[in-house]
């Protein structure tokens, strides 16, 4: 028998303010959040194999919470996913953080190259994703938003899809957290920690410990001593500015995208223009 399934999903995107949503969310009184994030059930063809009694099984402990919910910021970008989730929870309210996409992209491509998985230059990353060149990460197509959208207004009526701006989550976060509130039905609290940033740049000081962790599944069977470590073995970055001639080759590069998306959501990206 199935058990509860998450009433809201917060979809992506990646690098873009989710794990900050998230353990705002997690905080407020009215809201349930596994303590495993990013549990990839609708991206990732392992864990869909498990099949939704899995899933529900991060769920267990909501009983008498007045709404349930998971950040997996793959979602919005992994094309099986909407229907997926459609298929079950099919009345999910779902929340989408969209972030400039080039500091998105940067952003992203420090992730990979801190855990060692990225040995190019950002420079020679974008050269060969522009190339078509095969195994580089989607660094760019990650912020062509508006057709990742359009998947989901394709199946999900348009009072259940919130869709945020990463700035107003860094500079606006108490009025920008009552808005999710209000999406999701729950009183307006403001808990203590709203306006934290959560998962900035980062370094891992032991990749082994952190492989470790994730081997042994810490954050499903002790999450408060899986962040203890995390933020023992975690010490903070700051990544160098990129060059002024690659930005402004990618802000051309998303110009017209851009466009069309601030049209769709009828929304001022203008600052995405620099």
Known sequence: MTGRLPDHLVIGAAK??????????????????????????????????????????????????????????????????????????????LIAVLRHPVDRAYSHYWHAHQWGGEPRSFEDAVDALLRGDPGVRPYLARGYYLEQLRRYEALFPAERMLVLQFDDLATQPEATFAR???FL?????????????????????????????EGARMWRRAPGV???????????????PMSEGLRRRLLEHFADRNAELAEHLGVDLSGWSV
């Not at 353990?23 to 939704?52: C, M």
């Not at 008498?64 to 999910?92: H, K, M, N, W």
């Not at 609290?189 to 492989?211: D, E, I, M, Q, W």
């Open 226 to 240: 899986a962040r203890a470590l995390e933020r023992a073995n975690t010490s903070e970055r700051h990544y160098p």
């Open 16 to 93: 873009a303010g989710t794990t900050s949503l998230s353990r705002w969310l997690e905080a407020h009184p009215d809201v349930f959040v596994p303590p495993q994030k990013e549990l990839h059930f609708f991206d990732r063809e392992s864990n869909w194999e498990r099949g939704v009694d899995w899933y529900a099984e991060f769920f267990a402990d909501s009983a008498g919470v007045p709404t349930a919910g998971e950040a997996t910021p793959a979602y919005l970008f992994a094309p099986a996913a909407p229907q997926r989730i459609a298929s079950v929870c099919p009345d999910v309210r």
């Open 180 to 182: 999710v509130c209000a």
């Open 185 to 213: 039905g729950i009183h307006a609290a403001t808990p203590a920690n709203v306006g934290r940033v959560y998962n900035a740049h980062s370094k891992h000081r032991s990749n082994r410990l952190r492989g470790l962790m």
